[in-house]
């Protein structure tokens, strides 16, 4: 072989382990992005961007957060951040509403029935003194006191308020494993 063929052999070599390179390269990093745990409560939103992603107009998104179906993250200024959880719960109450005919009241009475004391779980002693335990009529984190309420916003990460749209859909079922 001449050293001109030699050269151009090696020339491709390089080239195609080259290739390669990056292939593994962008393999790599497309493998790191999948495993990156998504945080599917953590504030990103703007109200703003919000409220256009749900194709809704800002006074709505307030409006549920007045009617105590949405509590939305509140920066050190004071703003409103919304999580994917929020946009997907505030999808659940439009299709409440637009599928099934309700409005708001009709949503908050709903909501009002889950059993909090069994799905946190609460002791008899707490349950006996919580608010939430003896009305039916008012969601439990729309109290401002109950037996395990922290603060006024400490309910939007309880596991009760997150999965409240899953529960309500499920509430027959629930209150079925329970006692009453
Ligand atoms: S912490 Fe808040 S949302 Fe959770 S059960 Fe108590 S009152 Fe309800």
Known sequence: MSSTNYRRKQQRICLRLAKIEK????????????AMEFDDNEPVFTIGVA????????PTMRMYEKAGLIIPFRNESGRRIYSFADLKRISYIRRL?????????GIRRLMA???????????????????????CKTICWMFPATACKVDERSCRTCSVYLDSCDTTDNLKQILKKTKY
Request: charged letters at 35%; a positive charge.
């Open 23 to 34: 292939y593994i390269k962008i393999e790599l990093k497309v493998r790191k992005m999948a």
């Open 51 to 58: 409220a256009r992603k749900l194709n809704i107009a800002v």
């Open 97 to 105: 509403i637009k599928s099934e005919g309700l409005n708001l009241a």
């Open 113 to 135: 029935l889950l059993p909090c004391w069994e799905l946190k779980p609460c002791s008899t002693e707490l349950r006996e003194k919580c608010p939430a335990y003896r009305d």
